[in-house]
């Protein structure tokens, strides 16, 4: 199947800190690309949606100055968590879809935490 | 909101049983997805059944979909301690943007006991 490409997998920041998680799909091209965010036993919610070349669409109640996306090209899309705090801490996942597929694709996470 | 709700929440099972894990959703679909995760791993897609399908089956899985009760059902076969995950069934919506979302249920946490 596809390959997304998530990392870094683990991250440790100090509060007030900026953190970027990247996201690539390595062998289709990721028209759409999703961040979620999931917190522990729990579902994933979705944060943002992105398609290549445009700004993303955050979902209610997600601060899109907080979570900054960019989805640049075809292959890539970065997140990046600004000026986080300890509440920021969760587990980040991405997930793309190239266009006309239905199957999503999704990266191994990242473990966010700010002490 | 979430779209689908799984349960049992948790399923605890011997090694060599069927786990069956259900999911209701509310509205209608095009389809209806079943994803894998691994503790503290991204997920992995397992099985798609589309609307106009009662039943699927792949490998050890099979998936059944009664679209008037608006529920799945995802069964695992002769269970091994490796099939240990939480399962997501998950259905499309429409995302702020108007593009499609998946929305994903609460999940089931299975556990296969060697």
């Known amino acids: 199947g596809a390959v997304v490409s998530q990392h870094p997998s683990r991250v440790i920041c100090k509060s007030g800190t900026s953190v970027k998680i990247e996201c690539r799909s390595l062998?289709?091209?990721?028209?759409?690309m999703f961040w979620y965010r999931q917190f522990p036993k729990q579902s994933l919610m979705l944060m943002a949606t992105?398609?290549?070349?445009?700004?993303?669409?955050?979902e209610q109640g997600v601060e899109k100055d907080k979570f900054l996306i960019n989805h640049a090209s075809l292959t890539l899309s970065t997140l990046t968590v600004t000026s986080a705090h300890p509440e920021d801490s969760s587990f980040y996942i991405c997930?793309?879809?190239?266009?006309?597929?239905?199957?999503?694709?999704f990266g191994q996470g990242t473990r966010l935490t700010v002490v | 909101s979430q779209q689908g709700e799984e349960d049992p929440q948790a399923l605890s099972i011997q090694e060599g049983e069927n786990a069956t894990m259900n999911c209701s959703y509310k509205?209608?679909?095009?389809?209806l997805q079943w994803y894998r995760q691994n503790s503290g791993r991204g997920l992995v897609h397992l099985i798609l059944?589309?609307?106009?399908?009662r039943e699927k089956h792949s490998g050890r899985l099979r998936v059944t979909l009664d679209t008037s009760k608006k529920s799945s059902s995802l069964l695992i076969t002769a269970s091994r301690a490796a099939d240990t995950a939480s399962y997501f069934c998950?259905?499309?919506?429409?995302?702020?943007?108007?593009?499609?979302?998946?929305?994903f249920g609460k999940g089931t946490k299975l556990t296969v006991n060697p």
């Open positions: 997930s793309a879809r190239d266009q006309g597929y239905t199957e999503a694709f």
């Open positions: 062998d289709f091209q990721a028209t759409t």
């Open positions: 992105s398609n290549e070349g445009s700004k993303a669409t955050y």
């Open positions: 509205t209608s679909i095009n389809n």
């Open positions: 059944i589309r609307s106009n399908e």
């Open positions: 998950a259905t499309d919506a429409l995302a702020q943007g108007g593009s499609e979302k998946l929305v």
